[in-house]
């Protein structure tokens, strides 16, 4: 497509202009909340790499919000806690156990959604799911990781 008939066009800084500049990027990211792609421009069809603010991040996972199900299986008496967001569940006698086995569950799980990545990427059904998981991640404690899942 022509330039011209361009509505939004990305600024694009090559790999080298970001090393050379880095500083006075990471400044307009961080305090402008500018979007900056970088990419290796002598390259045609090169990946790229997007750099954004931590407080941008935050803002546009704000929307992704967890909605846990809390069930009684009537066979075995168990609680269940279903994280439908991201097909992940924990079961137990109690509803505070189920929600141990909930929390253990999607510890595992985000580490196996990051350890396979490339996988995840590919798969429209997995790549849905990349921002919960990033928003799990923001997570630093057990009880920030509670709060998050609602229990």
């Given at each position: 497509?022509?330039?011209?008939?361009?509505?939004?066009?990305?600024?694009?800084?090559?790999?080298?202009?970001?090393?050379?500049?880095?500083?006075?990027?990471?400044?307009?990211?961080?305090?402008?909340?500018?979007?900056?792609?970088?990419?290796?421009?002598?390259?045609?069809?090169s990946?790229?790499?997007?750099?954004?603010?931590?407080?941008?991040?935050?803002?546009?996972?704000?929307a992704?919000?967890?909605?846990?199900v809390?069930?009684?299986?009537?066979?075995?008496?168990?609680?269940?806690?279903?994280?439908?967001?991201?097909?992940?569940?924990?079961?137990?006698?109690?509803?505070?156990?189920?929600?141990?086995?909930?929390?253990?569950?999607?510890?595992?799980?985000?580490?196996?959604?990051?350890?396979?990545?490339?996988?995840?990427?590919?798969?429209?059904?997995?790549?849905?799911?990349?921002?919960?998981?990033?928003?799990?991640?923001?997570?630093?404690?057990?009880?920030?990781?509670?709060?998050?899942?609602?229990?």
């Amino acid at each position: 497509m022509d330039k011209e008939n361009l509505i939004f066009q990305d600024t694009v800084i090559g790999f080298r202009e970001l090393r050379n500049n880095i500083s006075e990027v990471f400044d307009n990211v961080i305090y402008n909340f500018d979007i900056v792609k970088s990419t290796n421009k002598k390259k045609r069809h090169s990946d790229s790499a997007v750099i954004l603010a931590a407080k941008l991040l935050e803002g546009i996972l704000y929307a992704y919000t967890f909605k846990p199900v809390v069930q009684r299986d009537t066979q075995t008496g168990l609680q269940k806690i279903t994280l439908n967001e991201i097909d992940v569940s924990g079961s137990g006698e109690t509803k505070e156990d189920a929600a141990a086995s909930l929390l253990e569950a999607v510890q595992r799980s985000t580490v196996e959604y990051f350890s396979n990545i490339d996988l995840n990427m590919r798969l429209d059904e997995q790549k849905t799911k990349l921002p919960y998981y990033m928003k799990i991640r923001q997570c630093e404690t057990l009880r920030d990781l509670e709060d998050l899942l609602l229990l």
